[in-house]
């Protein structure tokens, strides 16, 4: 993956967090561990694990645990907005974000929380969990399910047309 240009990768059999320069860091190994999704600049890279969030400094390799409550297959985490989001499949799953380094907010999936495959979706600054199992997909802004992508794709619409006025008016 990488953070802002700063590559980072992770071996899922040797548990070997690798940063650019060539410093490691070594976990136990995890074949369900999971690097964040490409993302801005920051100073940590995200790995999700089996049962921890963790972050890494990339200068130093300084390990923090941002979540040990996790059980299950973990989503590759996603960095947006001063915002760490992660997801781990479970009945129930479990939901966490993370902002500017605030105590750590648990989110519910509703219908019953049930995550099988999960997965992230960002499109702009628009972030989703879908369920690759069932397509099943939860807006975390309004922690809902998006069932009808028509009314989506409405409210999208109308967000774009608001920053336009906004811009035209400036």
Known sequence: TSVGT?????????????LDGGKTVRFEADAQAQLQQPG?????V??????????????????????????????????????????????PGRVVRSCDNAQLEVQQVDRGGELLRPAFRVNHALILLNDQANGRAFDLDIRTSVDDWQDVKADVKQEETDKNKQVEAA
């Open 6 to 18: 700063v590559p980072v990768a992770y071996d899922t059999t040797t548990g070997e967090l690798v």
């Open 40 to 44: 801005p600049q920051a100073d940590a």
């Open 46 to 91: 995200v790995l999700a694990t089996s049962t921890s969030l963790q972050k890494v400094n990339l200068s130093s390799g300084a390990v923090t645990e941002v979540d040990s409550s996790a059980k299950g297959a973990p989503a590759n985490p996603v960095r947006m907005a001063g915002c760490v989001y992660a997801a781990w499949a479970g009945a």
